[in-house]
C-alpha cells in the first residue's frame, strides 16, 4: 500500500483529483488563499527538520489537538471569558476556525517575514481584549501568565494528538519540539512558556486549582459538532475527532471538565481515527502549506513524509491519559519528573 518512503503513492488523475479537493477544502474551511511555495528560500520561523514541521503536516492531528487546546484553554476562567466574550465563535464558528486554523500554518510554514507580520497583528488585536470574568476576576489577554498558558496547551494539544493517533513521538522529540518554539512564544509575548516536558507538567500543576467546569466546555463542543468543517456527507464523522480531542486531556482535567463515558472513543471510532490520520500521513499533496513550504525552501516534496527510523532498545510506560510512551521522558536533563497524578 506504501511506498518505500512511507508515502502513499495515487495514480496521477486521482492524485490531482484529491489534491483539488484539498485546494478547495483550504479554501472555503481554512479561508487559505496563501501561497506558502513563495518567495523562494525565504525561511520559516521555524526549520524543516523541526517537530513542529512533521506534526503541523497532519490536518488530522492539526484538528484534534488544536480542540483539545481550546478544552484547557475555556477550564481557564480568564482566557475563557477572554475568547467568549470578545470573539464571533459563537455567531461565525467557521470564520473563526479558518483564521486560527489559518494562523497555526503560517506560524510553523510561512515565509518569516509574513509570520512575523501576522504574530504582530495578533498582539495587536490581544492588546484590545480586557474585562472581567463571569465571576468578576479581571483579565487582559497581554498578561504573560495567560499567553504562556496559551501557548502551553497548543503545543501539548497538537503533541499528543500526533503521539496518540499519528506516530508515537520519542521523549527527545517531545522535548524539542517545547524549545525549538520558545522563538515564537516570545513573539507572542508568552516569556515563560514550557521549554520542555518537565515544565509543561510544572505548569499543569500550578495551574490545577484554576481550571475548572462551565457551560461554555460543552458549548463549545457542540458548535464544533454542528459546524461544516468537513463536507456535508462527512460531517457525522466530525463527532469521533472531537471525542479524540478529549481523550488526550489530562484526565484529571477531563474529570473536572466533566466530560464523561459519552465522550470516550469506541472500538471503531478510535480506528477510523487512526486509519484517517495514517492516510493523511502518508499521502503527499502538492497544494499542502507542508509540501509548498518544502518546494518554497528547495526541498523534495516528500521531505516531510520519509519514514523515521525508529531507535532501538525502546522501553515503554504510561503516560497521563495511559497510553503507552517511552519511559525515559520522565527524566529531563538528568532529573525526574513524576509521573501525571491519576
Known sequence: ?????????????????????????????????????????????????????????????????????????????????????????????????????????????GPRTKAKAMIEGVVRRHGRVSGRTSEGEPYHATDPELLDWVQATAGFGFMEAYHIYVHRLHFFERDAMFAEARPVALLYGAVDAPTSQAELYALFDAMRQRLVASPIVLEFLQIMEDVPVLPGVAQPLQRPFLKAAVEILPRWVRKRLALGD?????????????????????????????????????????????????????????????HQFDVRIRESDGLKVRQWPP
Request: charged share 20%.
Open 1 to 109: 500500500m506504501f511506498g518505500n518512503s512511507g508515502t502513499l503513492p495515487l495514480p496521477r488523475p486521482l492524485e490531482r483529483r484529491v489534491d483539488t479537493l484539498a485546494q478547495s477544502f483550504m479554501r472555503q474551511r481554512l479561508g487559505s488563499q496563501m501561497d506558502f511555495s513563495t518567495p523562494q528560500g525565504e525561511p520559516a520561523l521555524l526549520p524543516p527538520s523541526s517537530v513542529s514541521w512533521r506534526i503541523f503536516k497532519n490536518p488530522v492531528a492539526l484538528f484534534i489537538g488544536g480542540v483539545t487546546a481550546v478544552l484547557l484553554e475555556l477550564a481557564e476562567p480568564r482566557v475563557r471569558d477572554a475568547i467568549w466574550q470578545h470573539s464571533t465563535f459563537r455567531s461565525d464558528a467557521l470564520r473563526r476556525l479558518r483564521r486560527t486554523g489559518l494562523a497555526a500554518l503560517v506560524t510553523v510554514y
Open 262 to 322: 459519552h465522550w470516550t472513543l469506541k472500538p471503531w471510532e478510535r480506528a477510523f481515527v487512526k486509519t484517517t490520520a495514517a492516510i493523511c500521513e502518508s499521502m503527499v499533496l502538492p497544494s499542502s502549506p507542508a509540501v509548498q513550504s518544502c518546494r518554497r525552501l528547495g526541498l523534495p516534496e516528500n521531505y516531510l513524509y520519509r519514514r523515521q527510523k525508529a531507535p532501538r532498545h525502546e522501553q515503554y510506560g504510561r503516560d497521563h491519559s495511559g
